[in-house]
């Protein structure tokens, strides 16, 4: 991803997704301030930290069909009982986002989740 490409990406996660940029900061193992830099076009992320953004992005736009943004912070945050009672977000880290995908394909076969 260009660095404009990865400010764009941050910046949908934080309107879209009502994500913060601790919490982005906390996902790729990264401080604030470099999470900052990567909004503001002045670093890159490393590639590993590109696919875990990626696939954030791939979520929260999934989930945005259904949530508004504050609830799909809350959503990403909160353990899922479809997940073993573990957080999408911590299993987005882990590079487990099928898991993650699909429960949300449970929501587009109009299934409880």
């Not at 009502?18 to 992320?45: C, E, F, M, Y």
Request: proline share 4%.
């Amino acid at each position: 991803m260009s660095d404009a490409a990865v400010s764009r990406v941050l910046n949908t996660l934080q309107k879209d997704g009502g994500l913060q940029g601790k919490d982005i900061a906390t996902l790729t193992n990264v401080s604030k301030a470099t999470v900052h830099r990567w909004i503001t076009g002045k670093a890159a992320p490393q590639p590993k930290n590109e696919l875990i953004i990626s696939d954030l992005n791939h979520v929260v736009q999934k989930l945005r069909d259904y949530y508004k943004p504050k609830t799909i912070r809350l959503c990403l945050h909160s353990r899922h009982p479809g997940l073993g009672g573990e957080r999408a977000i911590v299993l987005i880290h882990q590079n487990r986002t099928d898991e993650v995908l699909t429960i949300i394909a449970r929501l587009d076969a109009d299934a409880f989740v």
